[in-house]
């Protein structure tokens, strides 16, 4: 099993989300963080006065999968979500030894 965290602009969300659907991948997290990369934030002027806007916002999303389906996910992860501009995002891909559904006890990929 493998884990995906991608961190995307916030207004990709629907089209990651819909691209992972028409995989077949329904379970995800998603949270809301805030970050920069190698633009270090952007200057913003507000009533006069320039200031320095170093955590930009982002979503955060992790979805764990069976190894078969880890290419597609990420390349329609990446489809979706790129615009082309500084920003984008990133991809990050672990490998999961084990999960288990506490409702039901089951363990591995029936457990995602």
Excluded: C, N, W
Aim: proline share 2%.
């Amino acid at each position: 099993m493998k884990k995906i965290e991608a961190i995307i602009k916030p207004f990709k969300l629907e089209e990651v989300k819909d691209a992972l659907a028409e995989l077949g991948i329904e379970g995800m997290t998603v949270s809301e963080v805030k970050g920069f990369g190698r633009q270090k934030g952007h200057t913003e002027i507000y009533r006069g006065s320039e200031y320095t806007v170093d955590f930009l916002p982002k979503i955060k999303i992790e979805v764990v999968l069976a190894d078969s389906l880890l290419e597609d996910a990420t390349a329609a992860i990446i489809k979706a979500a790129k615009t082309g501009k500084i920003g984008d995002g990133k991809v990050f891909v672990y490998s999961i030894e084990d999960a288990i559904r506490i409702r039901t006890e089951e363990t591995g990929e029936r457990a995602v």
